[in-house]
């Protein structure tokens, strides 16, 4: 099952008069590599989707740090979906390891951008980057 797959970490919003702080990747979370990978933004404007993927070998790690989202992950090999709302008021951290697709859904209703951090354990490659729809 996928969510035998997943990892899901919930994160600590700490928030005053100033802004926010949250710690999208604390060390201690499981599968981290020795090394680092790669630290990314991903934004998606209202009614818009990114992804539509699946790493062979990549493991990601995302977090939405603004707004509210779907992330909708489907297992390449078994077919199995799994949706899971994702909000910056009540963050976690989703890891995705290979062979999972995946897409972030902006809702068409929202009314602000979906911005989601995101950490991958292997530098870039287009290899291993598969085209995949996941819905």
């Known amino acids: 099952m996928i969510t035998e797959k997943i990892s899901r970490h919930p994160r600590r919003l700490v928030a005053d008069e100033r802004g926010a702080f949250i710690k999208c990747i604390d060390g201690l979370e499981t599968h981290l590599p020795a090394f680092t990978g790669e630290v990314y933004v991903v934004r998606a404007q209202p009614g818009r989707r990114r992804g539509d993927h699946y790493h062979p070998q990549a493991r990601e790690w995302f977090t939405v740090v603004a707004g509210a989202g ?50 991958t354990d292997r530098l870039y490659d287009p290899a291993d980057t598969v085209a995949c729809k996941v819905d």
């Open 70 to 119: 779907v992330l909708v992950l489907r297992d390449i090999s078994t077919n199995e979906r799994l949706e899971l709302a994702l909000t910056a008021e009540q963050p976690e951290t989703v890891m995705v390891p290979p062979g999972i697709a995946h897409v972030f859904v902006n809702s068409a209703q929202a009314k602000t951008e979906l911005i989601v951090v995101a950490y």
